[in-house]
C-alpha cells in the first residue's frame, strides 16, 4: 500500500475477518511475573470512575475492571459483536474515535491499547482524548514498544520481517511509536512510559500462525506471508518477545 491508500479500509477488512485477533495473540503473551498486557494496562488504571476505552476490540481490559465503569469504543461491528458478548450492549459504542459522541468532560480514565499507531488523524484521536477527559484525568496507552531487547529476540524478528521482505513493521501513524512528548501536547503531564517484553510462546503450528495473522501486513503478496509463518512455526517450543511500551499520562487539574 502506497503512503497515500487507505489504511481504514485495511484496518476495516482486517477487523472484520479476524476479529478478536489481537487479543488472541497478546492475551498468550506473558512478561517475567505472568502478567498479560491488558493486566499492565490494567494497573495503571485508577481503582475508580469511569473508563473510556477507544478502538476497545473485543475489549479484553474489560476482563480487569468492573463492567459498569466500562464503556468500549471501537469502528468494526465484528470487534464488537465479541465486546458485546463479554460486557453487555450498553457498555460498547460503535464510533469513530477521532469522533466521539460523547460530551466534554464525561470521563475519568481514558484507555487506548494497541491503536495509537493505527488511528488516523492522531491529531483527531488526540482532541477527543482530551476533550471527553475531565480535567485532572488518566490516559492510559499502550503501544508497540519499538525495537526487540534481546539479540535472541532480534534474530526471531529478523527472520519473520526477511521472509516477509519489511525492514521494519509499518504503522499509519509512526510518530505514535516515538517520545509520548512529541505526541501528547501540552494538555497532559506524562507519569510513566515504560517499555517492557511479553513472551508469546510458539507452542505448535496454530500460535506460530497466530502471531503472523495479527500483524498488520497491506500489500504484502500471500506467498511472503506463508513463509514467515512457516519460519515462525521453525521457532516452536519457543518464544518470540513482543516489546510493549505503557504511556501513563494526566491533563491538568
Ligand atoms: C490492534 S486492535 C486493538 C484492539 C484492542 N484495543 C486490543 O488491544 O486488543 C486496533 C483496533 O482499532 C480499531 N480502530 C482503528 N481505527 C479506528 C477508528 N478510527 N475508530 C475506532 N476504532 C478504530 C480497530 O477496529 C481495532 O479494533
Do not use: K
Not at 17 to 42: H, I, K
Not at 103 to 119: E, G, I, K, Q, S
Request: glycine share 8%; proline share 7%; charged share 25%.
Amino acid at each position: 500500500m502506497s503512503a497515500d491508500q487507505d489504511w481504514g479500509a485495511y484496518l476495516e477488512e482486517f477487523h472484520r475477518d479476524a476479529p478478536g485477533v489481537t487479543e488472541r495473540m497478546l492475551g498468550r503473551a506473558r512478561d517475567d511475573a505472568g502478567g498479560d498486557p491488558y493486566q499492565w494496562a490494567a494497573v495503571a488504571v485508577p481503582n475508580d470512575g469511569m473508563v473510556i476505552d477507544l478502538a476497545c476490540g473485543s475489549a479484553p481490559l474489560a476482563d480487569h475492571l468492573a463492567h459498569d465503569r466500562y464503556l468500549g469504543i471501537d469502528l468494526s461491528r465484528a470487534e464488537l459483536d465479541l465486546a458485546v458478548a463479554r460486557v453487555g450492549s450498553d457498555r460498547v459504542v460503535r464510533a469513530d474515535v477521532t469522533q466521539l459522541p460523547i460530551t466534554d468532560d464525561a470521563t475519568d480514565t481514558v484507555t487506548c491499547l494497541m491503536a495509537l499507531m493505527l488511528v488516523q488523524p492522531l491529531e483527531g484521536v488526540q482532541r477527543e482524548i482530551r476533550r471527553v477527559l475531565r480535567p485532572g484525568g488518566m490516559l492510559v496507552a499502550l503501544l508497540s514498544g519499538g525495537a526487540p531487547a534481546s539479540v535472541a529476540d532480534a534474530l526471531r524478528w529478523g527472520a519473520v520481517l526477511a521472509a516477509l521482505r519489511m525492514p521494519g513493521l509499518r504503522w499509519p501513524n509512526p510518530e505514535a511509536i516515538g517520545p509520548a512528548e512529541q505526541w501528547l501536547d501540552e494538555a497532559f503531564t506524562i507519569l510513566s512510559d515504560e517499555v517492557r517484553t511479553f513472551a508469546y510462546p510458539i507452542d505448535d503450528a496454530a500460535s506460530a500462525r497466530q502471531l503472523i495473522a495479527s500483524l498488520y501486513l497491506p500489500d504484502v503478496p500471500a506467498d511472503r506471508v506463508e513463509t514467515a509463518t512457516r519460519v515462525a512455526g521453525s521457532l516452536i517450543g519457543r518464544a518470540i518477545g513482543i516489546p510493549l511500551r505503557r504511556v501513563v499520562a494526566r491533563t491538568w487539574p
